[in-house]
């Protein structure tokens, strides 16, 4: 079955870093799109990063600068290493899978993201 498991997450000081890695099973990885969402207490689920099947690169205006994605895809893995953080940045963070042209979609468990001095 397709399994998104997503690792990384924890508590970091403001202004310090930490490296989502989302493994992914079950899937054709390279022909999908990967992206983070983040979803905060309170708050709607927003999308952070995406990555395309050719390693095209897009973020929201909110972590620009800061955060990077990126693909192994002879590893079937996905990242976000995240830089100067805020606590803004707290939230449960997701990866997720997309496959637009067959509208086919996954969904991890999420990975806990704390800001915090």
């Known amino acids: 079955q397709v399994q998104l498991v997503e690792s990384g997450g924890g508590l970091v000081q403001p202004g310090g870093s930490l490296r989502l890695s989302c493994a992914a099973s079950g899937i054709n990885f390279s022909f999908f799109d990967m992206r983070w969402y983040r979803q905060a207490p309170g708050k709607q689920r927003e999308l952070v990063a995406t990555?395309?099947?050719?390693?095209?690169?897009d973020y929201a205006a909110s972590v620009k600068g800061r955060f990077t994605i990126s693909r192994d895809n002879a590893k079937n893995t996905v990242y976000l290493q995240m830089n100067s953080l805020k606590p803004e940045d707290t939230a449960v963070y997701y990866c997720y899978s997309i496959r637009i042209l067959f509208g086919t979609n996954y969904w991890g468990q999420g990975t806990q993201v704390t800001v915090s001095s």
């Open positions: 990555i395309s099947r050719s390693s095209s690169t």
